[in-house]
């Protein structure tokens, strides 16, 4: 039996905002949010989210752990402190997308899914987001959409994060 954790007053306050939009019968429609704002806070999707989030949304714990595991923007394992998501759709692939990704899997030293030995980077592939005319694009901790990843832009990017890893 997995256990639940205990989620901070302010990921509980996001949740209870976003399951205030449904009627009561339904608030298992605000499952993705819950996850998102349990993620935010935890930094991955652990089973223990999975059955804090289930029991808060009165579900089963094995709908809320298919929610989490069909969309790729939920983590279900432990990752880096920076999650690197680069596109390898089509169109991005067509406009360096494939000379972007070798390039972060060289310069990181790790593959896709694979997070580096100090645990500053995960690199992940992605579909579609949506940019195909800014590409190659990435996403950096599903939240900052980057374009034009040349290895210049993706140097300068690493380095940024680098540092503000180091400040906080």
């Given at each position: 039996?997995?256990?639940?954790?205990?989620?901070?007053?302010?990921?509980?306050?996001?949740?209870?905002?976003?399951?205030?939009?449904?009627?009561?019968?339904?608030?298992?429609?605000?499952?993705m949010?819950?996850?998102?704002?349990?993620?935010?806070?935890?930094?991955?999707?652990?089973?223990?989210?999975?059955?804090?989030?289930?029991?808060?949304?009165?579900?089963?714990?094995?709908?809320?752990?298919?929610?989490?595991?069909?969309?790729?923007?939920?983590?279900?394992?432990?990752?880096?402190k920076?999650?690197?998501?680069?596109?390898?759709?089509?169109?991005?692939?067509?406009?360096?997308?494939?000379?972007?990704?070798?390039?972060?899997?060289?310069?990181?030293?790790?593959g896709?899914?694979?997070?580096?030995?100090?645990?500053?980077?995960?690199?992940?592939?992605?579909?579609?987001?949506?940019?195909?005319?800014?590409?190659?694009?990435?996403?950096?901790?599903?939240?900052?959409?980057?374009?034009?990843?040349?290895?210049?832009?993706?140097?300068?990017?690493?380095?940024?994060?680098?540092?503000?890893?180091?400040?906080?």
């Open positions: 039996m997995t256990t639940t954790l205990q989620l901070s007053d302010k990921t509980l306050a996001d949740i209870a905002r976003n399951v205030a939009k449904y009627p009561p019968e339904q608030k298992q429609s605000a499952v949010a819950s996850l998102i704002a349990a993620q935010t806070e935890v930094g991955w999707v652990s089973p223990e989210v999975i059955a804090t989030v289930a029991q808060i949304l009165e579900m089963p714990t094995i709908a809320v752990d298919e929610v989490a595991t069909f969309y790729n923007m939920y983590d279900t394992k432990k990752i880096g920076y999650k690197l998501v680069i596109c390898t759709n089509l169109p991005c692939q067509l406009t360096h997308g494939e000379t972007a990704a070798t390039y972060l899997k060289e310069t990181l030293g790790i896709y899914n694979e997070t580096t030995p100090c645990g500053t980077f995960t690199l992940k592939e992605g579909e579609c987001m949506g940019a195909c005319g800014d590409s190659p694009v990435m996403l950096v901790n599903n939240k900052r959409m980057c374009s034009f990843m040349s290895k210049e832009k993706i140097d300068a990017l690493l380095n940024e994060l680098r540092a503000e890893g180091k400040a906080a």
